[in-house]
């Protein structure tokens, strides 16, 4: 199966950014990273979401640009290479106010053809599962432990119809959850 577009996905304080960046580090001659959008979104531009509607039109963006960023990225891909991504367009759907299937309606697209624009899927459980804070390393986090662990449960049914979608889930130690999700991308580049 040849790969040429990942995603690194899963709730707020799962690791996404840490794994992603360890992932495309270590298998830089085979990735070209392509970097969250939400994050820089809401570092520079938007701010904090305060209403549904405001989470719409944050949503909105965040689809558009995410969208346009991995097109700009797919040109730069090689022969061998894949694109690994920190979140993917259908991410918006965990957070859309009335649901995925109303954030896919919204955007003139389907639940399908949008999960599918991405050959394998890393879902990164988050860690307020396990009662552990999410506020380090990501200034924009504004996700109370239940909110975080709503979102996530959101984003795994959005992201679980995917064919080839492999769940890691908390753990304790950091590190073991970094190096299953390591195995994993092996995995499936050795397949390619």
């Known amino acids: 199966m040849a790969l040429s577009r990942i995603v690194v996905t899963g709730g707020p304080g799962a690791g996404k950014t840490s794994v992603w960046r360890e992932l495309a580090t270590t298998h830089a001659e085979r990735l070209v990273a392509v970097p969250e959008v939400a994050t820089l979104m809401f570092q520079h531009v938007f701010p904090s979401v305060q209403n549904p509607t405001e989470r719409r039109a944050v949503q909105r963006a965040i689809f558009e640009v995410q969208r346009n960023l991995e097109t700009v990225f797919e040109t730069r891909r090689v022969e061998g290479q894949a694109l690994l991504c920190d979140r993917g367009v259908p991410d918006g759907a965990g957070y859309w106010p009335e649901g995925p299937g109303a954030f896919f309606g919204a955007m003139s697209t389907d639940w399908k053809s949008e999960i599918l624009r991405y050959d394998a899927v890393l879902f990164l459980e988050t860690a307020a599962v396990g009662g552990l804070s999410?506020?380090?390393?990501?200034?924009?986090?504004?996700?109370?432990?239940?909110?975080?662990?709503?979102?996530?449960?959101?984003?795994?049914?959005?992201?679980?119809?995917?064919?080839?979608?492999?769940?890691?889930?908390?753990?304790?130690?950091?590190?073991?959850?970094?190096?299953?999700?390591?195995?994993?991308?092996?995995r499936w580049l050795d397949a390619t």
């Open 134 to 186: 999410i506020a380090a390393g990501n200034l924009t986090r504004t996700e109370t432990l239940d909110a975080a662990i709503s979102v996530d449960a959101q984003l795994r049914a959005v992201w679980a119809q995917h064919p080839n979608c492999v769940f890691v889930a908390h753990e304790l130690e950091f590190a073991a959850k970094v190096e299953r999700g390591s195995a994993v991308l092996r």
